[in-house]
T-cell receptor, first 110, second 115 residues
Framework: QKEVEQNSGPLSVPEGAIASLNCTYS??????FFWYRQYSGKSPELIMS????GDKEDGRFTAQLNKASQYVSLLIRDSQPSDSATYLC??????????FGTGTSLTVIP | EAGVAQSPRYKIIEKRQSVAFWCNPI?????LYWYQQILGQGPKLLIQ????????DSQLPKDRFSAERLKGVDSTLKIQPAKLEDSAVYLC?????????????FGQGTRLTVV
């Protein structure tokens, strides 16, 4: 299985702060990258996807991709208590397999 | 559009027993995935189907796990015999085929406890 690594956390930030989540991957041929959010006891749900180097913004969320460094990140601005969850980085392989990292647990403190 | 359906939601069995999980993907999604998620870990890909063919089963413990998708729609994952370390959530996901920019949609999962 292709390696996808995330900073282990847990990560705690105060409400209103920026949360920064990081991910590295081993397969240099990977083309598509996804961030999923998973609440405790629930299934993963997609937050953002990114395919090109650079930044992609969607509301309070910004995904950043650097293929040369094999690095993906997710920034959450103005963090809210409802953002408290585990964030999973997923990398899509050439055969359309989704490989997931171990996840980073985020807690936003009111 | 209906989501990915899984059943049962919960299952408790004794070690060495057998168990089966069912998944019905989103209509029109040719690709179906089964993942195992152990508490505190990320989802681990067990098997991937494209229609009724297996694309990747390199992480499937074939001595005890089996899966099928006979008509290219719904799928069944079986464990026989179960071990204590099989206690996990089994997630089914589906996606459209052949497009790198398509996401995987997950079902609610089946929580298996082996005692």
């Amino acid at each position: 299985q292709k390696e996808v690594e995330q900073n282990s956390g847990p990560l705690s930030v105060p409400e209103g702060a920026i949360a920064s989540l990081n991910c590295t991957y081993s397969d240099r041929g990977s083309q598509s990258f996804f961030w999923y959010r998973q609440y405790s006891g629930k299934s993963p749900e997609l937050i953002m996807s990114i395919y090109s180097n650079g930044d992609k913004e969607d509301g309070r969320f910004t995904a950043q991709l650097n293929k040369a460094s094999q690095y993906v990140s997710l920034l959450i601005r103005d963090s809210q208590p409802s953002d408290s969850a585990t964030y999973l980085c997923a990398v899509k392989g050439a055969g359309n397999q989704f490989y997931f990292g171990t996840g980073t647990s985020l807690t936003v403190i009111p | 559009e209906a989501g990915v359906a899984q059943s049962p939601r919960y299952k408790i069995i004794e070690k060495r027993q057998s168990v089966a999980f069912w998944c019905n993907p989103i209509s029109g999604h040719a690709t179906l995935y089964w993942y195992q998620q152990i508490l505190g870990q990320g989802p681990k890909l067990l098997i991937q189907f494209q229609n009724n063919g297996v694309v990747d089963d390199s992480q499937l413990p074939k001595d005890r796990f089996s899966a099928e998708r006979l008509k290219g729609v719904d799928s069944t994952l079986k464990i026989q015999p179960a071990k204590l370390e099989d206690s996990a959530v089994y997630l089914c996901a589906s996606s459209r085929a052949g497009q790198l920019n398509t996401e995987a949609f997950f079902g609610q999962g089946t929580r298996l406890t082996v005692v």
